[in-house]
Protein backbone atom coordinates (compact mmCIF):
# COMPACT_ATOMS: atom_id res chain seq x y z
CA UNK A 1 0.00 0.00 0.00
CA UNK A 2 1.08 3.63 -0.73
CA UNK A 3 -0.30 6.69 0.35
CA UNK A 4 0.62 10.05 -1.78
CA UNK A 5 -0.08 13.41 -0.29
CA UNK A 6 2.79 15.48 -1.67
CA UNK A 7 0.22 16.39 -4.92
CA UNK A 8 -2.63 17.22 -2.95
CA UNK A 9 -0.81 19.53 -0.65
CA UNK A 10 0.93 21.24 -3.44
CA UNK A 11 -2.54 22.06 -4.56
CA UNK A 12 -3.81 23.69 -1.04
CA UNK A 13 -0.55 25.21 -0.33
CA UNK A 14 -1.03 26.55 -4.09
CA UNK A 15 -4.81 27.61 -3.21
CA UNK A 16 -3.74 29.34 0.07
CA UNK A 17 -1.38 31.02 -1.51
CA UNK A 18 -3.91 32.41 -3.74
CA UNK A 19 -6.59 33.32 -0.99
CA UNK A 20 -3.98 34.99 0.34
CA UNK A 21 -2.70 37.26 -2.41
CA UNK A 22 -6.75 38.15 -1.89
CA UNK A 23 -7.98 41.41 -0.51
CA UNK A 24 -11.18 39.22 0.12
CA UNK A 25 -8.98 37.16 3.06
CA UNK A 26 -9.23 40.21 4.58
CA UNK A 27 -12.80 41.51 3.94
CA UNK A 28 -13.38 38.23 6.00
CA UNK A 29 -11.22 38.89 8.97
CA UNK A 30 -9.35 35.41 7.87
CA UNK A 31 -5.88 36.24 6.71
CA UNK A 32 -3.87 35.09 10.16
CA UNK A 33 -5.54 31.92 10.24
CA UNK A 34 -5.22 31.26 6.22
CA UNK A 35 -1.30 32.70 6.95
CA UNK A 36 -1.25 30.25 10.25
CA UNK A 37 -2.36 27.23 7.85
CA UNK A 38 0.05 27.97 4.99
CA UNK A 39 2.79 28.29 7.54
CA UNK A 40 1.69 24.83 8.60
CA UNK A 41 1.28 23.45 5.16
CA UNK A 42 4.63 24.20 4.45
CA UNK A 43 6.14 22.89 7.22
CA UNK A 44 4.13 19.74 6.45
CA UNK A 45 5.30 19.63 2.91
CA UNK A 46 9.01 19.86 3.81
CA UNK A 47 8.97 16.14 5.39
CA UNK A 48 6.67 14.39 3.14
CA UNK A 49 9.14 12.82 0.91
CA UNK A 50 10.98 11.36 3.37
CA UNK A 51 7.50 10.29 5.19
CA UNK A 52 6.42 9.09 1.52
CA UNK A 53 9.45 6.93 1.55
CA UNK A 54 9.21 6.02 4.95
CA UNK A 55 5.61 4.72 4.95
CA UNK A 56 6.71 1.81 3.05
CA UNK A 57 8.52 0.04 6.02
CA UNK A 58 6.53 1.74 9.41
CA UNK A 59 3.27 0.77 9.74
CA UNK A 60 2.55 4.46 11.83
CA UNK A 61 4.50 6.75 9.61
CA UNK A 62 1.70 5.20 7.10
CA UNK A 63 -1.03 6.10 9.46
CA UNK A 64 0.14 9.43 10.05
CA UNK A 65 0.08 9.87 5.89
CA UNK A 66 -2.97 9.37 6.17
CA UNK A 67 -4.39 11.43 8.92
CA UNK A 68 -2.54 14.05 7.37
CA UNK A 69 -4.02 12.94 4.29
CA UNK A 70 -7.81 13.50 5.79
CA UNK A 71 -6.50 17.41 6.94
CA UNK A 72 -5.69 18.33 3.87
CA UNK A 73 -8.87 17.02 2.57
CA UNK A 74 -10.61 19.20 4.86
CA UNK A 75 -8.35 22.06 4.22
CA UNK A 76 -8.99 21.98 0.40
CA UNK A 77 -12.91 21.66 0.90
CA UNK A 78 -12.71 24.54 3.24
CA UNK A 79 -10.27 26.68 0.60
CA UNK A 80 -13.10 25.55 -2.34
CA UNK A 81 -15.65 27.26 0.16
CA UNK A 82 -13.82 30.57 0.61
CA UNK A 83 -13.50 30.52 -3.24
CA UNK A 84 -17.13 29.97 -4.15
CA UNK A 85 -18.29 32.59 -1.33
CA UNK A 86 -15.81 34.63 -2.73
CA UNK A 87 -16.97 34.14 -6.66
CA UNK A 88 -20.59 34.67 -4.78
CA UNK A 89 -20.08 38.03 -3.29
CA UNK A 90 -18.61 39.03 -6.33
CA UNK A 91 -21.30 37.80 -8.91
CA UNK A 92 -24.07 39.67 -6.48
CA UNK A 93 -22.11 43.07 -5.86
CA UNK A 94 -21.74 42.78 -2.05
CA UNK A 95 -18.29 43.57 -2.23
CA UNK A 96 -18.83 46.81 -3.18
CA UNK A 97 -21.54 47.23 0.31
CA UNK A 98 -18.91 46.71 2.53
CA UNK A 99 -18.28 49.47 5.11
CA UNK A 100 -14.79 49.09 7.10
CA UNK A 101 -14.86 45.87 8.44
CA UNK A 102 -18.38 44.89 8.82
CA UNK A 103 -20.18 42.86 5.95
CA UNK A 104 -24.02 41.55 6.47
CA UNK A 105 -25.21 39.87 9.08
CA UNK A 106 -25.62 36.77 6.65
CA UNK A 107 -21.64 36.94 5.79
CA UNK A 108 -20.99 37.64 9.26
CA UNK A 109 -22.69 33.83 9.94
CA UNK A 110 -20.36 32.82 7.33
CA UNK A 111 -17.11 34.42 8.29
CA UNK A 112 -17.56 32.90 11.80
CA UNK A 113 -17.96 29.49 10.73
CA UNK A 114 -15.20 29.99 7.95
CA UNK A 115 -12.32 31.21 10.88
CA UNK A 116 -13.55 28.44 12.84
CA UNK A 117 -13.13 25.64 10.37
CA UNK A 118 -9.60 27.01 10.04
CA UNK A 119 -8.54 27.23 13.24
CA UNK A 120 -9.80 23.45 13.88
CA UNK A 121 -7.77 22.71 10.73
CA UNK A 122 -4.83 24.50 11.92
CA UNK A 123 -5.13 22.61 15.33
CA UNK A 124 -5.54 19.32 13.41
CA UNK A 125 -1.74 19.90 11.50
CA UNK A 126 -0.43 21.19 14.63
CA UNK A 127 -0.80 17.72 16.03
CA UNK A 128 -0.01 15.97 13.20
CA UNK A 129 3.33 18.04 12.53
CA UNK A 130 4.10 17.44 16.36
CA UNK A 131 3.60 13.69 15.96
CA UNK A 132 6.59 13.62 12.97
CA UNK A 133 8.66 14.26 15.47
CA UNK A 134 8.34 10.75 17.09
CA UNK A 135 8.58 9.54 13.54
CA UNK A 136 12.04 11.66 13.20
CA UNK A 137 11.12 12.25 9.80
CA UNK A 138 13.81 14.63 7.48
CA UNK A 139 13.24 17.75 5.68
CA UNK A 140 14.05 17.53 2.18
CA UNK A 141 14.66 19.47 -0.57
CA UNK A 142 11.57 18.40 -2.67
CA UNK A 143 10.70 22.35 -3.92
CA UNK A 144 14.01 23.04 -6.09
CA UNK A 145 12.04 23.39 -9.22
CA UNK A 146 8.43 24.33 -9.65
CA UNK A 147 6.20 22.58 -12.35
CA UNK A 148 5.30 25.06 -15.75
CA UNK A 149 2.22 25.14 -17.24
CA UNK A 150 1.07 26.94 -20.69
CA UNK A 151 -2.05 28.10 -18.35
CA UNK A 152 -1.93 28.55 -14.34
CA UNK A 153 -4.10 25.95 -12.75
CA UNK A 154 -5.47 27.81 -10.32
CA UNK A 155 -7.03 30.14 -13.09
CA UNK A 156 -8.12 27.37 -15.07
CA UNK A 157 -10.25 26.03 -11.23
CA UNK A 158 -11.52 29.23 -10.81
CA UNK A 159 -12.49 29.53 -14.43
CA UNK A 160 -14.47 26.29 -13.77
CA UNK A 161 -15.69 27.28 -10.41
CA UNK A 162 -16.98 30.12 -11.95
CA UNK A 163 -19.09 28.47 -14.71
CA UNK A 164 -20.44 25.97 -12.37
CA UNK A 165 -21.94 28.96 -10.10
CA UNK A 166 -22.72 30.15 -13.43
CA UNK A 167 -25.49 27.37 -14.01
CA UNK A 168 -26.29 27.23 -10.26
Keep these: MDIVVSPLVKVVGDK ?3 ALSNEFSMLWGVK ?5 LESNISTIR ?3 ND ?10 VF ?23 KRKMESYGQTSRVIGNFISDVNLVKRSKLGKKIKSIN ?4 TIAAKRTKFHLQITATRSREETYSINPNTYY ?8 HFL
Design 16 to 18: LGS
Design 32 to 36: KDLKT
Design 46 to 48: DVL
Design 51 to 60: AEQCCLKDEH
Design 63 to 85: NWLGELKEVVYDADDLLDTFILE
Design 123 to 126: ERLD
Design 158 to 165: LWFLTIWI
